[in-house]
Nanobody, 125 residues
């Protein structure tokens, strides 16, 4: 599956933004999806996960209560709604897709086999 992330930009602290990730192909609904981010000089880190079956979600602690991951299988798209943004959220955000019918909550990058190109989010203080 090919992924195309979009929606990044420059926002002030406390603001909101929604990222989108559009997937090609007919297997989207069978793939868990994740969002990761990478700040300059730092390793890529897990942000959010949504399962393929019942749409279970999971977040890293630093974004719980502020970010919401969702998916629209009819549109082959996964979203990341980001509220109450902080300067430390500044990073390149990547969406990722797991192999079809993967089990478990996937937080490790190596378990995803398709990646989008990344979209830059900059939060100013």
């Amino acid at each position: 599956v090919q992924l195309q992330a979009s929606g990044g930009g420059l926002v002030q602290a406390g603001g909101s933004l929604r990222l989108s990730c559009a997937a090609s192909g007919r297997t989207f609904s069978s793939r868990a999806m994740g969002w990761f981010r990478q700040a300059p000089g730092k390793k890529r880190e897990f942000v959010a996960y949504i399962g393929w079956s019942v749409g279970s979600t999971y977040y890293t602690d630093s974004v719980k209560g502020r970010f919401t991951i969702s998916r629209d299988n009819a549109k082959n798209t996964v979203y990341l709604q980001m509220n109450t943004l902080k300067p430390e959220d500044t990073a390149v955000y990547y969406c990722a897709a797991s192999p079809p019918y993967s089990s478990g909550t996937i937080v490790y990058p190596r378990r995803y086999d398709s990646w989008g190109q990344g979209t830059q989010l900059t939060v100013s203080s």
